[in-house]
């Protein structure tokens, strides 16, 4: 009996001998492979596949190694100030060991809830901890990342208020205001900017969108905004930074309606952009617009206490075009590193990291502030980024500051003139915040 | 977490190395955050408990239809942990990410070559989101072309409910082409709904049956005469690697799941991710962004008439450096050989099964199989309490009532990880307990027995929502 030609046996992936492959083939009652993808097109069939052959675990390993030794990072002696929506921060071991767990990496969406009260009991967990940062009544167990939450709650506005257009503060982050247009392209929904300062609004919003620490990292006036949303039948949806609210006063205390955020911050590598997770809460009275997943505490038919995913009835699954988003697979496992690392900083941890961040980025910026040439634009209240307005092109003096070895600002000059977005967290030491100083300050209107 | 004590901790920062700066005004500061006041060990110890609570691939058979379900090698994790890719921030030089970029840029190619479309973007986060991507393309294609009436979508009554979410997102109203007895799409009945309003098809290959349409050469030609373009959801692509090339059969727009086909961990429900691949024709309207190789090296860039940032960077970097891992691991031999076992695997489980269980269409299915319990319901016991069953075997439950079209179904997939002790096992498993449909159906009725919780109640949590600890409840 031929087996199946084409199989190379014994790849430590792929179990199947070929004498088990005959058996099974036998048992199926057919004598190859073909005869199972009759189906498919013959002249389509076994195209040629142009990639290379196979490697060793150990092969792999020296790949990657030659792929992550091209990348800049501080394992290669690099210091860096980017923020702008992705946050270096120092990472406890407990959420690296948690997140060794296989019975938590490989298990699947908890459908069969009583072969994962596992996942979905830190679920409960992380919408409790989303609560409880926010102030808010309910968070959901979690979106794609920060801007597609914002997007979704943009949305969720539009569907609560029945209303089209969606304002959006002018200081917000433009991926996120990007990522709600490409959400809400063919909704017939309509965009519009909001003044930061403005005192009115038109009387057919359905949200104004605000993020605060902004931008530029500074602290919005979230009441004002949220009281001027309402008194014109309009939702408040906040876009907040989680590691501010370790010190700032919460959303929920100011009657915001829907709060989002980029969770990465609270414990999750920065890893070039994802995966990362979006954290989503809002008022109760909303709940029935949420979307994503949300776990829900009840009890089996012992009176035992035990969790589930509950109100699907909004979800793609069962509603299919009238579900409140196409979300199915979130971000889970995100979630699990952000609730461990939520349970680990606790209480006093969050206000001390959020302490940290706050007197570093204000050093950094007070340093920069007495140099010849730069200066500190942001006013007011910033937390952890600040726009540094400098003396020659931002581009121009990243480029200097990467010959030492420092992954400078951001450059922003087409939001602000010759600006630069600086951002500074605790794992900045103040000697790294002098070495960029100084290196700024020999730069200056050279570069 | 009810277990917190006033002053316990589990972390201390370090202090502060710079001169105090001043603080704002105090109307701006919270008093207290409401969080949990525990030692290092609790942390460890609650959540290492928690995990045992669970089922997951590395613990037990998890023939998750439609979820493909393989083992998720270890070494992808690890790999992706190296901080040259964990530490790297999305914002920095392209000079500066010479790697990860270049990493992106294989990978891109690879899933071109695989599924013969070569425009690739690694931006959706997740299948639903690279599906949403794929009818941005097409929207965005008929609007270049002044053909905007187009704003149907036209999905097969077996389809996954995110096409139908997906296509409703992108402004398109949805049709349902009816499946035949056979679980095929009723082509006379697309060839009545194809017409000029037509924006796309969206046909999942191999259906959610486990099935590969064999019309799908004329399929693929009623649509692009009418106009519209194809758009296959790639969740199922683990049946087709070096098996058949989706570009090579009229496909114009697909998007795969790297949490399925390439290994990367489903995490319990995510982080997935969802490239878009495309024709070379529709490339230029790929999300951004997209990695390319040029004379100063590589960068990312936004293709020409891109539909834009679909979420806040390059999409899910370290997932995507798992999948790259796992494509290099296996090879071009290797990845025919994943697909080739997966086939073999499910249609070992359909014949050994066939004389208890009815099947949804009889006939050679794909990667996975599925099952109806009609017969078992009407001696008394459901699907779900098959499913239930099985958890006390300690195997996960088949995928249950889907496809929506098939009366009590079952749909198992058993992916080339799994032994052939294993395959043998579930089979003896499922054998018996429709034995105990006649003998106990107690049995079944109350499964699970042995897990850490028997059935919930999902009604009063849904009736009356509990959706956080506090401490007064």
Known sequence: ?447 | MDRSVTGRKAFTLPASDVPTQNLPDSSLLRDDVELPEVSQLEVIRYFSVLSQLNFSIDTNFYPLGSCTMKYNPKINDELSNLPGLANIHPLQPDVTVQGAIRLLKNLQDDLGEITGLSGVSLAPLAGAQGEYAGLLIARAYHDARSDSARTVAIVPDSAHGTNPASAAMAGLEVVTVRSDDQGNVDVENLRELANSNTAVFMLTIPSTLGLFEPNILEITKIVHDAGGLVYADGANLNALLGVVKLGDLGVDICHSNLHKTFSTPHGGGGPGSGPVMVTNELAKFLPKPVAVKTDVGYVLATPEMSVGSINGFHGSFSIAARAYAYIKALGQEGLRSVSENAIISANYIQAKLRDKYDLAADRYCMHETVLSAARQKKRGVAGLDIAKRLLDFGIHAPTMYFPMIVDEALMVEPTESESKETLDHFIAVMRQIDDEVDSAPELLHDAPHDLPVTRLDEATAARKPVLRWSAEV
Do not use: W
């Open chain 1, 1 to 447: 009996m031929a087996s199946s030609a084409h199989t190379s046996p014994n790849h430590p992936y792929i179990p199947s001998t070929d004498s088990e492959r005959a058996e099974m083939l036998g048992a199926i009652g057919v004598d190859s492979l073909d005869a199972l993808l009759e189906d498919i097109p013959a002249q389509h069939r076994h195209p040629k596949l142009n990639l290379a052959a196979g490697l060793s675990e150990q092969e792999l390993s020296t790949v990657f190694g030659s792929i992550a030794a091209e990348n800049a990072s501080p394992s290669s002696g690099y210091i860096s100030f980017l923020g702008a929506g992705s946050y270096s921060h120092y990472i406890p071991s407990t959420v690296r060991s948690i997140l060794q767990r296989g019975e938590f990496v490989t298990a699947y969406t908890p459908y069969q809830p009583e072969a994962a009260q596992g996942t979905l009991q830190v679920g409960f967990e992380f919408q409790t901890i989303v609560c409880q940062l926010t102030e808010m009544e309910v968070a959901n167990a979690g979106m794609y990342d920060g801007p597609t939450a914002f997007a979704e709650a943009c949305l969720m506005a539009a569907r609560v208020t029945k209303r089209t257009k969606i304002g959006v503060l002018s200081s917000t982050d433009k991926r996120l205001s990007d990522t709600l247009l490409a959400y809400s392209k063919y909704q017939g929904i309509e965009i519009v900017e909001v003044a930061a300062d403005a005192t009115d609004i038109p009387d057919d919003l359905a949200c104004i969108g605000i993020q605060s620490p902004n931008f530029f990292g500074e602290i919005e006036d979230v009441q004002r905004l949220t009281k001027l949303a309402h008194d014109n039948g309009a939702l408040s949806v906040v876009h907040v930074n989680p590691t501010a609210l370790g010190m700032f006063k919460a959303p929920g205390e100011f009657d915001v309606d829907i709060v989002t955020a980029e969770g990465q911050p609270l414990g999750v590598p920065m890893a070039f952009g994802g995966p990362y997770v979006g954290l989503f809460a809002c008022k109760k009275a909303h709940i029935r617009q949420m979307p994503g997943r949300i776990i829900g505490r009840t009890t089996d038919t012992k009176g035992r206490t035990g969790y589930a995913l509950t109100l699907q009835t909004r979800e793609q699954h069962i509603r299919r075009e009238r579900a409140t988003s196409n979300i199915c697979t979130s971000t889970q496992l995100i979630g699990l590193m952000v609730t461990v690392y939520a349970a680990t900083l606790g209480k006093q941890g969050m206000k001390d990291l959020a302490s940290l961040c706050y007197q570093k980025a204000h050093y950094a910026a007070a340093e920069i502030n007495k140099l010849d040439g730069y200066s500190v634009k942001s006013s007011g209240t910033f937390f952890h980024e600040f726009v540094v307005t400098c003396p020659s092109a931002p581009p121009k003096i990243n480029e200097a500051l990467l010959k030492k070895k420092i992954i400078g600002g951001l450059d922003i000059s087409d939001r602000s003139e010759s600006g630069m977005l600086v951002c500074v967290t605790e794992t900045s030491s103040k000697a790294d915040i002098d070495r960029f100083v100084k290196a700024l300050s020999e730069i200056g209107v050279s570069a």
